[in-house]
């Protein structure tokens, strides 16, 4: 069972680790918090091609992931989330070029509605035909952490199930019964999660990726994976490369664990970091644009703690420490502010 204050998460320091890296929309300047442009992707692609780079399915990296399996250095895999028409239009033809495997995490009630700016399912079905991956990620896209008025936990947590398996059903009626088996892969919508969630998805069989930074591998939370989110402000080379390079950051407990937070007070975060060769002493944090000083309270151990208030919904601390060949490694813990 899960402790709601302190879990341990990591026993060792990993050999290596994966990076997972996020997309929506592709070519659609008008969503700039959300759109990588076209000349930004292909130099991300080139850059991958030409950096030895591995780029692996996502099922590939996940049961690697749950099998506790070493995973080679330079290993990254691609997401693309909410399944827009400009993924077949615009990315699509791009990652064939390069022969790069992806992942699109599917909102099944979008691609239902017929709505113009996201794909049909006879054009998921030209993805799945030719080998893309293609996962859960709700019927509804719903806020899923925020319960209704007078809802209670039990009703809340089955109405969830029931969106998770909805979206589960409709990828394999019209995919086939293997989509999305072996593992059974979730995206969580809008990167949200809380640690009932985490136990239920679990419970379904689900490996469970979220939107909050850092690498992947074996050890760490298979319900809230990091991945790297990007869209033109964050989709220069020089961000892409360096997160590309990303080491994990072996993290043996960190409290609190859940997320959720019903009141504005910056809570305090208690990092005890494992082996490995990371520059503790040169470690920073943010809070959004507030740099942390992280407090050390005994070897390996961290107190961090923002100055300002939390802002309704998400927010996060995000952690950095060099390592001795340049790379980082990196811990992001994420808020989500309900009252």
């Known amino acids: ?70 995973i080679p250095d330079r290993v990254v895999a691609l997401t693309i989330d909410d399944a827009y028409a400009s993924v ?81 059903r409709r990828l394999q009626e019209e995919l086939g019964k293997e989509a999305n088996e072996s593992p059974r892969l979730f995206a969580w919508p809008y990167g949200e999660y809380s640690l009932a969630l985490k136990d239920r998805v679990e419970k379904m069989g689900y490996l469970a990726f979220g939107q909050h930074s850092g690498a992947v591998y074996p050890g760490a939370d298979l319900q809230a994976l990091p991945r790297f989110p990007v869209n033109e402000r964050y989709g220069e080379l020089d961000d892409f490369s360096l997160k ?7 993290v043996q407990t960190v409290s609190p664990v859940d997320p959720v937070r019903n009141d504005a007070v910056a809570p305090e975060l208690r990092i005890r970091f494992g082996n490995s060769d990371a520059r503790l002493g040169e470690m920073v944090c943010y809070f959004g644009s507030e740099r942390i000083e992280p407090e050390q309270v005994s070897p390996g151990e961290f107190v961090v703690q923002a100055g300002g208030d939390l802002p309704m919904g998400r927010s996060r601390y995000n952690c950095t420490a060099p390592g001795p060949d340049g790379r980082y490694y990196w811990y992001s813990h994420l808020w989500i502010r309900t009252r």
């Open 1 to 70: 069972m899960r402790l709601l204050c302190l879990v341990v998460l990591f026993l060792a320091a990993p050999a290596q680790a994966g990076v997972v890296f996020m997309y929506h929309r592709f070519g659609e300047s008008e969503y700039p918090s959300t759109n990588i442009r076209m000349e930004q992707f292909e130099r991300q692609l080139e850059y991958l091609a030409e950096n030895g780079y591995e780029v692996w399915p996502l099922p590939r990296l996940a049961a690697a992931l749950e099998a506790g399996e070493n």
């Open 88 to 168: 077949h239009g615009k990315a699509w033809p791009l990652l064939r070029r390069y022969d790069f495997p992806f992942t699109v995490f599917v909102s099944t009630d979008m691609v239902d509605s017929g709505a113009s700016d996201y794909m049909s399912w006879q054009q998921l079905r030209e993805l799945h035909a030719a080998g893309v991956t293609l996962a859960n990620h709700t019927a509804t896209h719903d806020y899923l952490v925020r319960r209704k008025d007078a809802e209670s936990e039990t009703a809340w947590l089955r109405r969830v199930s029931s969106d998770i398996g909805k979206a589960q």
């Open 244 to 250: 590309a390079g990303t080491r994990g950051f072996p």
